[in-house]
């Protein structure tokens, strides 16, 4: 997977300064670098039990249902406030400088449901730790939580203590 880091432009400065951004449109542009997340994601979670790919919203639309369509799973999209029709159930987290909120349907997991969260990027843990209370809070198992880039040195790890969390790529800095 050290590869798919070639794949991956960065980007000084954006969005504000300091800060350097990991696009990952530079990857999934590329057929083969799509490929090989979908398919090191996959040979990752072929051993579990995954009933529902949980994908949140936006980046997280990119992988959670190709990811769900290889594992023979269903795909339950979790979006932001007001842009899903049917009853919602909603969690509210706490971010650096203020709060954000995520939903999904009230009926996308049923009790038992096995999910596993999949999105773009580990950074500080706080919205897959979210999405994770929403799926206990409906009475699913979250069985895992994928994703494509982990920025090891942001601890979002730790947030996430009690789960099984994998990354395809992880930057130290």
């Keep these: 997977m050290h590869n798919l880091k ?23 542009k590329d057929a083969c670098g799509f490929r090989a997340v979908i398919d090191g994601l996959k040979d990752h979670y072929r051993g579990s039990k995954v009933d529902t790919v949980l994908g949140i919203e936006a980046r997280g639309f990119i992988f959670a249902p190709a990811l769900a369509y290889a594992l023979g799973a269903g795909f339950v999209p979790v979006r932001k406030p007001k842009k899903l029709p049917a009853e919602r159930v909603t969690v509210t987290y706490a971010l650096e400088y203020g709060t ?32 994770a209370h929403m799926v206990s809070d409906v009475g699913g198992v979250v069985s ?17 203590a009690g789960h099984d969390v994998f990354s395809l790529i992880q930057y130290d800095k």
């Design 6 to 28: 070639t794949l991956i432009r960065e980007v000084p400065d954006f969005p504000k300064p300091g800060i350097l951004f990991y696009d990952i449109t530079t990857l999934i």
């Design 100 to 131: 954000d909120s995520l939903e999904m349907h009230k009926d996308a997991v049923g009790h038992g449901q096995r999910v596993l969260i999949v999105d773009d990027l580990l950074a500080t843990g706080g919205t897959a730790a979210a999405a």
């Design 144 to 160: 895992g939580i994928g994703f494509v880039v982990e920025l090891t040195f942001l601890k979002g790890r730790q947030r996430l």
